[in-house]
């Protein structure tokens, strides 16, 4: 903590310096959201497929891979005027909660595809190269749905916001007793 003399004031910042802080934060936090978005999407597909009874083998892999990143890119791309419109970001700092809250709004319709609409179990007989397999498919639109709002959700989640300066200095004056 650094010593602030009472007699002098804090000099005030600048709108500049305020935009420039908010527009680094907006794209320092995107190589994270980019890995966590692929990760997630990545897995949620992977669990579908090893859930359908579909995962047969290990090259099946690279074939969720290749759906994961479409879906990363696209959210990416969705959610670009949020970074690079001010109006836009300054909007989507203000709501920055809400982003984790659509996150675990996504998740919970995810879970709950496997038990709304279409879903249910599905067989697959054996043919000359894979044996017969059971498994339980989720509501394809309403999967499909939500996997794609929780990208977005997860591609443009903020962190948290630091306390202001002013909270934790010791030297402010108390206003009120609490």
Same mark, same amino acid.
């Given at each position: ?6 007699? #002098? &004031?804090?000099? &005030?910042?600048?709108?500049?310096? +305020?935009?420039?802080? +908010? ?16 990760? /997630? *999407?990545?897995? $949620? ?5 090893? =859930? ?8 099946? /892999?690279?074939?969720? @891979? ?6 990363? /890119? ?7 005027? #949020?970074?690079? =419109? ?15 809250? $659509? ?12 038990? /709304?609409?279409?879903?249910? &179990? $599905? ?14 498919? &989720?509501?394809?639109?309403?999967? $499909?749905?939500? #996997?794609?709002?929780?990208?977005? @959700? ?17 030297? *402010? ?6």
């Amino acid at each position: 903590m650094t010593y602030r003399p009472p007699h #002098l &004031p804090s000099a &005030p910042v600048s709108p500049l310096y +305020r935009t420039e802080t +908010r527009t680094s934060r907006a794209w320092t936090a995107l190589p994270v959201q980019v890995v966590l978005t692929g990760f /997630i *999407t990545y897995v $949620v597909i992977a669990a579908c497929s090893v =859930i359908g009874g579909t995962f047969t083998e290990g090259l099946q /892999i690279v074939g969720i @891979a290749v759906f994961s990143t479409p879906l990363t /890119i696209a959210a990416f791309v969705l959610g670009l005027p #949020l970074r690079l =419109i001010p109006r836009a970001r300054s909007w989507w700092f203000r709501r920055a909660e809400w982003t984790f809250v $659509v996150f675990v709004l996504a998740a919970l319709v995810l879970c709950l595809s496997y038990v /709304i609409g279409r879903a249910g &179990p $599905v067989h697959y007989d054996a043919n000359a190269q894979w044996p017969a397999s059971d498994g339980y498919n &989720p509501d394809v639109r309403v999967f $499909v749905s939500a #996997l794609g709002v929780l990208a977005f @959700a997860s591609m443009h989640m903020l962190p948290p916001r630091r306390a202001r300066r002013a909270a934790l200095d010791d030297t *402010t004056p108390v206003t009120h007793l609490a």
